[in-house]
């Protein structure tokens, strides 16, 4: 995960095989409006907590007997004051609204005193311009669902994210109103990605008699044969287990050019980890997160990644280098940056160019500098900047650029990941574009490059560390996806039980480069 994360993830893992079956799943339904609608709040599986303003009294109920047959087992209840412009609203959801994939046409279920009455959803969220659509009641003392359509307002995408409710306006006074089932447009955009998943994902999983990998398996960072001195295929993976007690430590694994295939399997290094974590006390006693390896002029291989204290005191960017090829290696007795964890290195022309983010909301930067232990001296940007990508998905964080190029095209390119909610539990990739692996362009395609998968999925919860290589006609994404199968209440939460996997996905080259406008 490329992150500065201060988590404990060993008291995760321990719930992980109570977890991993299959639940009630959150319904995702399509409608004959041609939209496919996520439940957010049923009252009683899915939940919002719900408030008034201007007056009346909200509680949650049983619903009526006799019109709750066959429904939810519990309601909301607004009973009016008298008061115009009294609203019954939402908490915050869990994530900003998303119109990618589908139309911005809501449904709420109602029990309505009366017929013919007018009902108003608004949205609304920090900084958005309130919108609002309207419908009216058809029937008296009876469920029906009712619709509101945003479509001629066009809204966008990530900004909204909070639902208020006016019945009536609430003009009346001592109304009883009953609704359930607040229907949302699905925000699951896993089918429209440019890069599809691979059907036998995971690649690489946990293996509980690997002490070093135990309990996650993450951040692959992949070396091809043009980047290595003997031609082989490497990836440097971030294992969680125990050495004895809990850490984070990093392996290899490796592929020959003659056999290589591009989603494996690949042969575990005999002697891992080669990166373990350092003596106690020192300042990588605890976790070794997101690799990025970098081979130099001097033919030393130097390893950038995160290094973390046993109690998460401290972190920053760190580095130790090889001088066998990447099998053994030695450190230096400080990070280079404290309080930032390690994206990714590339060296070109003469000059390492580190990259590395941190801060919250994150942020990144890329150092240039000569020196690879050192960046005394280096010039540092900020790079890939907040915000600014399609559909506003990196309104809030942007992390883990993994900086790559193509065979024929003149063009850096630096898969990224962000998020319009919170700092680090990150839903999508995005690509941007440089001349000078400084300055970067984001690609402005509303099409998603890859997302977090489905509901009840392995990786539903969040994804890190989209690392992209060229083979043949195609390109591959291997990623680090969080999450567990089968149902999960809120998968919008942060570091929910669930486990770290790595997983891969595909597209073809000529797709990618008209994605990003190049042909």
Not at 7 to 20: D, P, Q, T, Y
Not at 45 to 59: A, H, K, Q
Request: net charge negative; with cysteine; proline share 6%.
């Amino acid at each position: 995960m490329v992150r500065t994360r201060i988590i404990l993830l060993a008291a995760l893992s321990l719930v992980l095989a109570a977890c991993e079956e299959d639940g009630p799943e959150i319904p995702v339904v399509p409608d004959d409006t041609g939209v496919v609608y996520l439940n957010r709040c049923d009252f009683d599986n899915v939940n919002l907590t719900w408030r008034v303003n201007g007056g009346g009294s909200f509680s949650v109920v049983t619903p009526p007997s006799a019109e709750g047959k066959g429904h939810s087992l519990k309601c909301g209840s607004y009973t009016t004051a008298g008061v115009p412009g009294a609203s019954v609203y939402s908490d915050r959801l869990p994530r900003k609204l998303d119109f990618t994939a589908n139309a911005p046409i809501f449904k709420v279920s109602v029990l309505p005193p009366r017929k013919g009455v007018e009902v108003k959803l608004r949205l609304s969220g920090t900084g958005a311009p309130k919108i609002d659509a309207t419908t009216h009641t058809s029937v008296k003392g009876e469920w029906e669902i009712l619709y509101f359509d945003f479509s001629d307002q066009a809204p966008q995408s990530n900004l909204y994210n909070v639902l208020t409710l006016y019945f009536d306006d609430g003009k009346a006074e001592g109304e009883k109103w009953y609704f359930d089932n607040i229907f949302c447009p699905s925000d699951d955009l896993v089918d429209i990605c440019l890069f599809q998943r691979y059907s036998g994902n995971p690649v690489f999983n946990p293996d509980g008699s690997r002490s070093w990998r135990g309990d996650h398996m993450a951040n692959a960072a992949i070396l091809t044969p043009d980047q290595t001195p003997d031609g082989t295929w490497r990836v440097y993976l971030r294992g969680s287990g125990s050495c004895p007690s809990y850490c984070d430590q990093i392996g290899l694994y490796t592929q020959t050019a003659a056999d290589f295939k591009p989603f494996g399997p690949w042969t575990e290094y005999a002697h891992n980890p080669v990166l373990p974590v350092g003596p106690s006390g020192s300042f990588d006693d605890g976790f070794l997160l997101d690799t990025a390896p970098v081979f130099g002029p001097d033919g030393k291989l130097y390893i950038y990644y995160n290094g973390q204290t046993k109690g998460h005191a401290s972190h920053g960017l760190c580095v130790r280098y090889s001088t066998d090829g990447g099998y053994t290696f030695t450190g230096i007795d400080a990070p280079l940056v404290t309080g930032r964890g390690c994206s990714d290195a590339v060296y070109h022309d003469g000059k390492f160019y580190i990259y590395y983010g941190g801060g919250n909301p994150c942020r990144l930067y890329v150092a240039v500098t000569e020196n690879p232990l050192s960046l005394e001296g280096a010039q540092t940007y900020e790079t890939i900047p907040i915000g600014g990508g399609p559909s506003n998905f990196d309104s809030y964080a942007v992390n883990g650029s993994m900086v790559f190029r193509l065979k024929g095209v003149d063009k850096w390119f630096a898969s990224y990941q962000g998020s319009s909610n919170v700092y680090d539990f990150p839903d999508r990739f995005h690509i941007a574009m440089s001349d000078d692996l400084i300055h970067w362009t984001k690609v402005q395609n509303d099409q998603p490059l890859f997302t977090r998968g489905k509901a009840g999925q392995w990786d539903q919860g969040a994804i890190w560390f989209c690392e992209i290589f060229e083979h043949g006609d195609n390109l591959y994404l291997y990623y680090e996806g969080w999450g567990r199968k089968g149902y999960v209440p809120n998968r919008d939460e942060a570091y929910f039980s669930g486990q770290s996997r790595v997983g891969a996905a595909s597209c073809s080259k000529t797709d990618f480069l008209k994605w990003c406008g190049l042909q």
